[in-house]
């Protein structure tokens, strides 16, 4: 009777949590209209190593924004690329002066992988505003107009953007949900004040904020250095943070090409959200619980757990067809990985809590940490 009672309790706090997160998405109005489209100086910095297989349509998704030429310049930064990265982008940029090749070779300060990579772009443009991508990345037309609009006035320093995995496959279309579920967790809470983190792949920085902390040679190397950058500008200056929740700057990556690698990336988050501050700690571990708890209604009795997974399913349901109409986003595949959702929460917070604990090196892009 106890463990049926903190089940309910537990699982009942959760229905609240994630009810208060689809008010707050439902209610949120921050979209750009096209009487705030500005043309600001803007450059684009796109760090790659080893992307032969997507540098090529990202850099085609760039080339056909929807903002000025005049007023966009695009950074490209090869990582000492061992395969045919160079000759990809040195091929489709050669008639396009607005687009940059950089190889990185050198390492700026103590930094290394994607922050040295950012760092070193940085310093090669005087643009009012940084926007960061990376090579595995599609962004719409109107990416650009989208994010840089969003600095419509002078407090704003970051800009958040949306990003989902491409739906391919059962296990890649799980992950697409699993990615739009909790950014929009990301953007419920900054919606109150309560800013998470910003998403590496999809963001927009005032360019003196950057330089207001130093840049990225200022702050300690981080695997995750779009957090690290999120953070450091948000405590040192008074520049605020705000994300734009609409398909106009909604962007398509692809997923992890096996578990292994999928649970690298995971691993190299959870060892970048060590840095998080407490109250973010307290929020996931409550949502670890939830799992637990879901776990432990399987000895009450098989019903009961069938009857709680359903409850929860319902409640992730209703929050997901909110993030699916906000974003104007709805792919069929979606329509069964929905049902199953829960389950795939329930299997991937205790197959990571063990992985992040085993003494393994996180290995990215071909090298270790």
Known sequence: MILYTFVLLVLGLYAVQIFVYTLILLFDRRKISENNIVSKKTAILVACRNEEKNILACLQSLHAQDY??????????????????????????????????????????????????????AHKTNAEILLITDADIIT????????????????????????????????????????????GIAKSNMNIGFPITAVGNNMAIRTDAYKKIGGYESIAFSITEDYKLFKEILKQTKYNAKWIYCSQNTNITYSTSSLLEW?????????????????????????????????????????????????????????LCVIFAKLNLWKKAWIWSIGLYALYQMWLIPVLFIYFLLPFKIKW???TY
């Open 68 to 121: 000025p030429m005049t007023h966009l310049e695009i950074w490209i930064g090869d990582d000492d690329s061992s395969d045919n990265t160079a000759q990809i982008i040195q091929y489709f940029i050669h008639d396009k002066p607005h687009f940059h090749y950089v190889k990185i070779t050198q390492k700026l300060a103590h930094l290394k992988a994607k922050q040295n990579v950012l760092a070193q772009l």
């Open 140 to 183: 719409p037309k109107t990416w650009v107009k989208t994010m840089v609009s969003a600095f419509d006035n002078e407090k704003t320093g970051i800009v958040c953007g949306t990003t989902y995995i491409l739906p391919k496959g059962f296990f890649s279309t799980l992950q697409s949900i699993d990615w739009l579920f909790y950014m």
């Open 263 to 319: 649970l690298h990336q995971r691993k190299r988050w959870l060892k970048g959200g060590l840095e998080l501050p407490l109250s973010v700690w307290i929020l996931m571990l409550f949502n670890v619980c939830v799992e637990l708890f879901l776990y432990a209604s399987m000895a009450v009795n098989m019903s009961f757990f069938l009857s709680v997974l359903f409850a929860k399913t319902i409640v992730n349901s209703i929050f």
């Open 365 to 367: 892009k071909e090298r």
